[in-house]
């Protein structure tokens, strides 16, 4: 989506690893989200960041934590990946609060 | 805190006619309320708000009711087309500025 990128776009890798994905904004959005989205739980929200290293969580954040240390760049990281965080991830982004632009999302398989 | 429930989680209607899918949410604080599209491969899209303070909005074929007293509300699709076909997903906005996401409706327009 314009404005929004996430990478990679899809990622194999193994239990037990470390993952980092990278959601990219040229929006200057000050809010900036990472969900997972899983089949017949719609969007859980992980962590959130309303500004440059103030970030939060939310309601699925164990196992994850996140970075934002410039306005464009938020960071989320899987320190020990595990076959449960087999997920697809979205960012969005929010100028307002309210209008969420979402990226294209990003397929994390861990085998 | 919020809970948000969608209904139907599967929709199929003949194309030209219309497609209503319904959410209730718990939290009577909440007030705003968003949809999203979400087509294949792709992201969720804003497609229609409402605040709380207004009771029926429209864009075109889309229209969205708000019952703030029985807290649900729905998107109206009329003259459905085949572009239709997606996953539409409800949301509330919870008091902590949070979007509390519908589980998902995936509309099916038959030709």
């Known amino acids: 989506d314009a404005g929004i990128t996430q990478s990679p776009r899809h990622k194999v890798t193994e239990t037990g690893t470390p993952v980092t994905l990278r959601c990219h904004q040229t929006?200057?959005?000050?809010?900036m989200y990472w969900y997972r989205q899983d089949p017949g739980h719609g969007l859980r929200l992980i962590h959130y960041?309303?500004?440059?290293?103030?970030?939060d969580k939310g309601e699925v954040s164990d196992g994850y934590s996140v970075s934002r240390s410039k306005t464009e760049d938020f960071l989320l990281t899987l320190e020990s990946a595990t076959s449960s965080q087999t997920s697809v991830y979205f960012c969005?982004?929010?100028?307002?609060?309210?209008?969420?632009?979402f990226g294209s999302g990003t397929r994390l398989t861990v085998v | 805190g919020e809970n948000v429930e969608q209904h139907p989680s599967t929709l199929s209607v003949q194309e030209g006619d219309s497609a209503v899918i319904k959410c209730t949410y718990s939290?009577?604080?909440?007030?705003?309320f968003p949809w999203y599209k979400q087509e294949l491969g792709k992201g969720p899209q804003l497609i229609i708000d409402?605040?709380?303070n207004v009771g029926e909005k429209k864009d075109q074929r889309i229209a969205v009711t708000l019952n703030k007293t029985a807290k649900h509300f729905s998107l109206h699709i009329t003259e459905t087309q085949p572009e239709d076909s997606a996953v539409y997903f409800c949301?509330?906005?919870?008091?902590?500025?949070?979007?509390?996401w519908g589980a998902g409706t995936k509309l099916i327009i038959k030709p």
């Open positions: 929006e200057n959005h000050r809010y």
């Open positions: 949301a509330a906005m919870d008091s902590n500025y949070q979007l509390i």
């Open positions: 969005a982004i929010s100028g307002q609060l309210y209008g969420y632009t």
């Open positions: 939290d009577s604080a909440s007030n705003y």
């Open positions: 409402i605040r709380s």
């Open positions: 960041s309303y500004g440059v290293k103030d970030t």
